[in-house]
């Protein structure tokens, strides 16, 4: 039953996307005047749209997010992530040289002064910030007893508690007060090209030491300590735990185990400290251990669950918030079982073709809280189907513009966001109904859908309800673009997790949307 279903929708769906490859951005204009058999109109449906909460996103990103804010109106939310580090393969710490043996100081690999620490370090750098620059906050660093899972797809309400021992004072690796922007500084470094803010959070000598010991145990056993290092250290969580009032967006994030070395010249010799010194020239080197794209990172965020509340029961509009806070569920009149009602698109058009389907989501002026940090609108939305709303994410997927689309806000000109042609959407949802409406006339069941009893959907409405065939997700995102034969292409759609909402037009009492649909009769 199964396969025959599948099979349904995609016979169904390769006949309307035949005719939408041909037709899809059509406009009233294009059609020649001498041509009777050919009707292009306009017709207007209602879209109905109300906030619902994202009680939890999917938080793939290298930024991670450190800080508290707290916002007139909606409340704080408070930013912390956890991350592994990244070993290169063949990784060696250099080796140690005794200067009063002549194959040491012939043997240019070896720089080391002691076989031992000066100092371990973690600096987490950040291009930019959101909020006061200058607001004293403090953060933690707690070494992880768990390690991240590659294959768990894991979401903003990560408890970080579940990857570290909270009353084992060992946990704890180093303590860091800072402000965004560091006045110890001064004003012309900062403004150097080179400079790039962080801070940096000393950590205990043990670790480095733990590090180095197990780096040289396995050059003794001939193996790559790359392959040994994520159990060694699983992982570090980086919390706020003073201040309100910025969120850091780090993007580099470094371990560093520091040691003492000898300086070499170009051809190997050992540097004099002082000319004809009989004492030599040291400084001091490191191995560095980084956060990148290749390992696992996660972002824990906490709302304040009242306010969002309070936006959700605010009927008069819909909201969006990010992060990981309100987003906007639309439903699209596909059909109207309510006799008295306005016909759907299907019962209206369902022989008709549609040409282009459009649907603008207006977003009202922000309003201004007295705030000096007040949040902006979303550059970018992602519209897409309800039920694909967290896959879309785990699968790491791009806008396919057949169910997901983009749309770029216009705050200079119609503060609005607009889709301009959503036509293989609606075709889509209209393949996978009659699919499903001939599979329960078949067989009067579709084993692959299951009702809310558990069991195979018997009923279309069942069908209906479980899929949520009809339900649209609007989400704030961000975008990665590449330059392609001159063509702008996005590589990358991720959810966006920087502070922001929007206030859009809709809700059960504040009006419904307009589907502006462009269609053709025969």
Not at 130 to 149: E, I, M, P, Q
Not at 198 to 212: A, D
Request: aromatic residues 12%.
């Amino acid at each position: 039953m199964k396969v025959k279903y599948l099979w349904i929708v995609f016979f169904v769906s390769l006949t309307f996307f035949s005719c939408d490859d041909n037709t899809g951005t059509l406009g009233l204009d294009m059609f020649p005047g001498s041509d009777q058999n050919i009707n292009g109109k306009l017709a207007t449906f209602e879209v109905t749209t109300k906030s619902e909460l994202a009680e939890n996103t999917f938080a793939k990103t290298s930024i991670g997010y450190l800080g508290k804010f707290t916002d007139q109106d909606f409340g704080y939310y408070e930013a912390g992530f956890l991350t592994q580090f990244h070993c290169n393969e063949g990784f060696h710490f250099p080796v140690v040289c005794d200067p009063k043996n002549e194959a040491d100081r012939n043997n240019p690999k070896a720089i080391m002064v002691k076989d031992g620490i000066y100092r371990t370090e973690l600096i987490l750098g950040y291009s930019t910030y959101f909020g006061d620059s200058l607001t004293a906050s403090r953060l933690s660093v707690y070494r992880l007893n768990k390690s991240l899972d590659k294959e768990t797809a894991y979401y903003t309400d990560i408890d970080p508690g579940e990857f570290y021992s909270k009353n084992d004072p060992v946990a704890l690796l180093g303590r860091k007060a800072y402000t965004a922007v560091d006045l110890s500084v001064s004003d012309s470094i900062r403004k150097s090209s080179g400079y790039y803010p962080s801070v940096t959070v000393t950590l205990p000598n043990s670790l480095g030491e733990e590090i180095l010991k197990a780096s040289r145990q396995a050059d003794k056993e001939n193996v790559d300590f790359a392959n040994k290092f994520s159990e060694l250290l699983k992982g570090v969580y980086v919390k706020n735990d003073y201040g309100d009032g910025t969120i850091l967006y780090i993007n580099r994030i470094q371990l560093n185990v520091v040691y003492e070395i000898f300086v070499r010249d170009t051809l190997g010799v050992i540097i004099p400290k002082k000319y004809d010194s009989k004492v030599d020239s040291t400084a001091y080197g490191y191995r560095s251990f980084t956060a990148t794209k290749e390992i696992i990172q996660a972002n824990s965020f906490k709302n304040d669950e009242s306010k969002l509340q309070e936006k959700l029961n605010d009927k008069t509009c819909t909201y969006l918030k990010t992060p990981a806070g309100i987003y906007t569920q639309a439903t699209l009149p596909l059909i109207n079982k309510d006799p008295k009602g306005k016909k759907g698109v299907l019962d209206s058009l369902g022989n008709d073709t549609l040409n282009t389907v459009k649907l603008s989501f207006t977003n009202y002026n922000q309003s201004n809280n007295n705030s000096k940090y007040n949040m902006t609108a979303p550059t970018y939305l992602l519209l897409l189907r309800e039920k694909d709303r967290d896959k879309f994410f785990e699968e790491n997927k791009i806008n396919d513009d057949v169910t997901s689309y983009i749309a770029v806000h216009n705050k200079v000109n119609t503060n609005q966001y607009v889709f301009p042609n959503i036509t293989r959407l609606i075709n889509t949802c209209k393949a996978e109904r009659e699919a499903a409406v001939l599979a329960l006339q078949t067989d009067g069941r579709i084993d692959d859908i299951l009702g809310v009893d558990g069991k195979p959907v018997t009923t279309i409405e069942a069908w209906e309800e479980v899929t949520k065939w009809d339900k649209i997700a609007v989400i704030p995102v961000t975008i990665t673009t590449t330059t392609s034969n001159q063509t702008e292409v996005i590589i990358s759609v991720l959810n966006d997790l920087q502070p922001g909402y929007a206030k859009l037009k809709g809700g059960e009492q504040g009006g419904k949307l307009a589907l502006d649909i462009i269609y053709t009769s025969f």
